[in-house]
């Protein structure tokens, strides 16, 4: 656990309290302590805590009056509520207050640290939230993604129609083409922005532990099902839920989600009882889901839920005209993060860029720029400072033209010996010629001139 994360510990009992700055302690808390209700909003008004784990009972300011005043200081704060006298009413009493979760002494310590866990998990999604509505705006602005292209164009014209209405969206493209920041801007710029936006993978979670993660699941569910959990659909209530690669659910689960997505309500696992949910559901896939319809991979009827709009992203080769935008904007992020001071790209250097394919697309092309900026010494990024893109170089020697090239001759008429044939090979196209050779146009003519090849 991260040492950042401080913790306000709030009990009049000082045993208690030892034993709590112990076990936290040596989970990676930076702990802080209160002995009375007055103590604890005196220091939640001095320091804004990551979480306050409070007793309910105390002699001079209870745990109910010290949770209220502290909630009126500082809203984000989760507080965690211990009680020795377990009642609906005292819980009800707390999370009404503001409580996050209330727990029962003596403390289950596995249940207290899943506890902590999520609620600090829950505070930071919030906090992602924010700045992300911030980074977008209040009103949908195009300047916000990064791209200027015809391609992109009409994405965010789809985007600006499809946002303010609650129909769900399924977003299609290769791995890396930013679909989950398309999915962000749907959210941002509807009428739920104010909600919140969740996020899973369905490809990252066990297809045994996805129904929990996706609908929640009861204390004592499965081994391991310490405490109730809320799942996705119920923490995206109010707001939308991104569902990428959904093509990797099994079909078992994709029965489930259209019962959920029919029905608007869910079933804890292991529980009876029905939960009603407000989410608009955005998904998200790399694959041809037609093709796994064909194949008996995915239901036709979840296909046809999911798909009232579809928005296919497109390659970052298929963009190449937002290749420097995107650069220049990585560029200036990976600086800042490095303390590095790079004015820009060499000539070179974005002509290898805008040469490259990009398999990888638009991730590709961010880890390209930053590994650019760490191994960098000078004011500009150029070809030395990016030499790894996977398959450029590779892609080079496997177009040059080797047939008819004699050993044992100087490395100047190896390199004409290969331009000329090169140029033979492409018809006289130079362009075509340049690209190949992997050199710019420009310096494909001053080769050709120097040996009294004529334009």
């Given amino acids: 656990m991260n040492q950042k994360n401080s913790i306000l510990v709030v009990d009049d009992d000082q045993a208690h309290r030892t034993m709590l700055r112990t076990l936290l302690t040596g989970w990676g808390y930076a702990i802080s302590e209160a002995d009375d209700g007055s103590a604890a909003i005196e220091k939640a008004r001095e320091q804004a805590y990551d979480l306050i784990l409070m007793d309910i009972r105390m002699i001079r300011v209870s745990g109910i009056e010290a949770l209220t005043e502290i ?227 995915f239901r036709d009827d979840l296909y046809y839920r999911l798909n009232v709009v579809t928005i296919k992203l497109p390659l970052l080769n298929e963009r190449k005209e937002d290749i420097p935008l995107l650069a220049q904007h990585f560029l200036e992020i990976f600086c800042s993060r490095n303390n590095k001071e790079i004015k820009g790209f060499t000539p070179q250097a974005m002509d290898r860029l805008l040469r490259y394919d990009w398999p990888g697309n638009v991730r590709e092309l961010m880890n390209a720029v930053e590994r650019g900026v760490v191994l960098s010494r000078s004011e500009y990024l150029g070809e030395e400072d990016m030499p790894l893109i996977p398959g450029a170089e590779q892609g080079r020697r496997d177009r040059l033209p080797e047939e008819g090239i004699p050993a044992n001759l100087p490395l100047e008429e190896v390199e004409k010996a290969s331009i000329l044939k090169t140029l033979e090979a492409t018809g006289g196209n130079k362009s075509e010629a340049a690209r190949r050779l992997g050199i710019t146009r420009k310096t494909l003519h001053k080769k050709l001139k120097s040996y009294g090849v004529m334009e």
């Fill in 71 to 297: 909630k009126t200081l500082n809203p984000a704060i989760p507080v965690i509520i211990m009680t020795a006298y377990s009642s609906v009413e005292t819980a009800v009493e707390a999370l009404k207050s503001g409580a996050y979760d209330y727990l029962t002494k003596p403390l289950d310590f596995d249940e207290l640290r899943l506890t902590m866990e999520r609620a600090m998990e829950h505070t930071h999604l919030r906090e992602e939230n924010r700045v992300l509505r911030e980074a977008l705006g209040n009103h949908f602005d195009r300047r916000n993604i990064i791209g200027r292209s015809a391609a992109m164009e009409k994405i965010l014209d789809t985007v600006a129609q499809v946002a303010p209405s609650e129909a769900t969206v399924l977003l299609t493209g290769d791995s890396g083409t930013g679909k989950e920041i398309i999915a962000g801007a749907v959210h941002f710029n509807s009428p739920r922005k104010e909600g919140p936006f969740v996020k899973i993978n369905c490809a990252a979670v066990t297809e045994t532990l996805l129904e929990s993660e996706l609908f929640g699941h009861e204390k004592g569910a499965f081994t391991g099902a310490h405490k109730r959990k809320e799942g996705k659909f119920r923490q995206a209530h109010g707001g939308s839920l991104f569902l990428d690669e959904i093509s990797e659910m099994s079909l078992a689960m994709q029965v489930k989600l259209l019962r959920v997505l029919q029905e608007r309500e869910v079933t804890r696992v292991g529980g009876e009882g029905i939960i009603k949910v407000n989410v608009r559901v955005i998904a998200a896939t790399n694959r041809d889901l037609m093709e796994q319809i064909s194949e008996g991979k």
